[in-house]
C-alpha cells in the first residue's frame, strides 16, 4: 500500500508534466542509486578508520521492519548485535501526485552503513538531483526506530522545476 506524501511547503502550480519528463525522471531515479556507490564507499572507510570500538562490524543477522509506506526496511546487526547497516526504498511524491520510487541500498549487498553518535544513527547521502537522510535512534534490543526523508530535484527541458519529496517517512525494525 503506498500513500501519497504532500510536500512541506506550498508549491507554484505547474504543467502536468509530460511522459518525457517522466521518462526522464523515471531513468534518473533508476541511476541514482549508483550514483550512492562512491558516497557509500567513503561512508564506509570512514566509519571503519575512523571510530574504533564504535564502528559495528561485518553484518551477520537481519531483522524485518516496515515504513510507514508500507515498503519493506532490513536493518542489518553485527556480531554484537549492533546495527550495522540497512536498505529499503522510498517512494516521494511530486506536486502532481504522480509517485516516484527509490531503492536505498548499496551495490555490495551489504546495506548502507551508519555515522553513529552514541545511540544515535544517521545517514546523509546527496547528488545533483536528489538527497536522501535517516535519523533513528537504537531501540537497545538490536531494533532501530526513526524517520526517512527523500527529495528528488526533477528539472525537465521544457518545464519549470519541482521536487518530489516523502519528508517524515517513520520506519522500525526488530524490537
Not at 574504533?52 to 536493518?75: H, I, N, W
Not at 548499496?106 to 535517516?134: H, Y
Amino acid at each position: 500500500m503506498t500513500h501519497s506524501v504532500e510536500p512541506n511547503e506550498p508549491t507554484e502550480p505547474t504543467a502536468e508534466p509530460n511522459a518525457h519528463d517522466w521518462e526522464q525522471a523515471n531513468r534518473l531515479a533508476k541511476w541514482m542509486r549508483f550514483a550512492i556507490v562512491p558516497l557509500v564507499l567513503v561512508l564506509a572507510a570512514i566509519l571503519l578508520l575512523g571510530r574504533g570500538d564504535a564502528v559495528a562490524g561485518k553484518p551477520v543477522k537481519t531483522k524485518y521492519g516496515a515504513t510507514s509506506q508500507g515498503r519493506e526496511f532490513q536493518l542489518r546487526l553485527d556480531e554484537k548485535g549492533r546495527p550495522a547497516s540497512f536498505s529499503t526504498e522510498l517512494v516521494a511524491a511530486c506536486p502532481s501526485g504522480r509517485l516516484v520510487s527509490m531503492p536505498w541500498d548499496s551495490v555490495d549487498g551489504d546495506g548502507v552503513r551508519f555515522a553513529r553518535d552514541g545511540d544515535r544513527l544517521r545517514v546523509a547521502e546527496r547528488g545533483k538531483l536528489w538527497k536522501l537522510g535517516l535519523d533513528a535512534r537504537s531501540t537497545g534490543k538490536g531494533g532501530l526506530r526513526g524517520k526517512l526523508t527523500l527529495v528528488v530535484h526533477v528539472r525537465p527541458e521544457t518545464r519549470a522545476p519541482f521536487d518530489c519529496t516523502a519528508r517524515g517517512v517513520t520506519f522500525f525494525a526488530g524490537h
